[in-house]
Nanobody, 119 residues
C-alpha cells in the first residue's frame, strides 16, 4: 500500500505562486509514475501533470503548460507541483496520485489540498 499526503495549498492572489508537495510512504517510490490532478467545484477531476520514476519524462496539461512544473525528489519520496502565474480558474482541490508498476492506472490517491486564487 502507498500513502500519499499533499501539502502547500492555500489562498493566493492572481499572478502569485504556490508549490504543492506530496510525500509518499510505502512501496518503492522510484518505481511509481506520479501525477497531479485537480477538481474544481461542479467539475470533473482533470489531469494536471505527471512524471516518470526518475523524472526523465513529464507530461503537462495544455491549460497549465508554461505556468506549472512537476518535479520529484526521490531521496525524500516527494513530488512537487510548482504553480506560477496563477489564475482564478486554477482554483480547485489538487490531488496527488501514484501509478504503480504493472498497473497503467492511478491506483493511489492523496486526500487533496485546496488551492484558491482570488482575482
Amino acid at each position: 500500500q502507498v500513502q500519499l499526503v499533499e501539502s502547500g495549498g492555500g489562498l493566493v492572489q492572481a499572478g502569485g505562486s504556490l508549490r504543492l508537495s506530496c510525500v509518499a510512504s510505502g512501496g518503492t517510490f522510484t518505481t511509481y509514475f506520479m501525477g497531479w490532478f485537480r477538481q474544481a467545484p461542479g467539475k470533473e477531476r482533470e489531469f494536471v501533470a505527471s512524471i516518470s520514476g526518475y523524472g526523465g519524462t513529464t507530461y503537462t496539461a495544455d491549460s497549465v503548460k508554461g505556468r506549472f512544473t512537476i518535479s520529484r525528489e526521490n531521496a525524500k519520496n516527494t513530488v512537487y507541483l510548482q504553480m506560477n502565474s496563477l489564475k482564478p480558474e486554477d482554483t480547485a482541490v489538487y490531488y496527488c496520485a501514484a501509478d504503480p508498476p504493472g498497473s497503467s492506472q492511478w491506483d493511489y490517491w492523496g486526500q487533496g489540498t485546496q488551492v484558491t486564487v482570488s482575482s
